[in-house]
């Protein structure tokens, strides 16, 4: 099956757009490099910021759909570009299917503001679509699947 990702008017039904230009260029900085992992062109992109009231809680979306050849090793390579991730696991990928991990850490390295902040970051790969949502703002304990597998479910739709 198809697939083609649609950016969301609304992360999690309620989270608008960030107002920070810097978080989108960042999600769709990210965007760009998942599209090194195609195995051909992308056929849809996603790279946008999603903030709830006062940047409470960040998250960066960024996918692209096309041909992903080896969805392992694409997802491998996805994780390889935050070695500061720990407690990498295995989660409910949703019902798109493929593979999908979520790991923790803080940021060591980035722009705008990230340094040292801390994030829950999921990352999904299938034939189809490879992906991540990075979150920011909430508690260590936090279970990020769960909100992963809503926001990924928002993002994927069946190519016509």
């Keep these: 099956m198809m697939v083609r990702l649609e950016k969301p008017a609304r992360l999690l039904g309620h989270w608008p757009e960030a107002p920070s230009r810097i978080r989108h260029e960042q999600a769709e900085q990210i965007t760009g490099g998942l ?37 392992d090793e694409a997802l491998d390579e996805l994780f390889s570009w935050w070695p500061s991730l720990t407690g990498i696991k295995e989660t409910p990928a949703g019902p798109m299917g493929g593979k999908a991990r979520c790991g923790k850490g803080v940021v060591k390295r980035a722009a705008g503001g990230f340094e040292g902040v801390y994030m829950d970051l999921c990352g999904w790969a299938d034939p189809h679509t490879i992906g991540m949502v990075m979150f920011q ?24």
């Design 137 to 160: 703002g909430f508690p260590e304990n936090n279970k990020p699947g769960d909100m992963f597998s809503h926001v990924r479910a928002q993002l994927e739709r069946p190519a016509t």
């Design 35 to 71: 599209e090194t992992l195609l195995q051909g062109q992308a056929t849809s992109t996603v790279g946008v910021a999603y903030a709830t009231a006062y940047n409470a809680h960040l998250a960066l979306v960024s996918g692209v759909a096309g041909p992903v050849a080896e969805p």
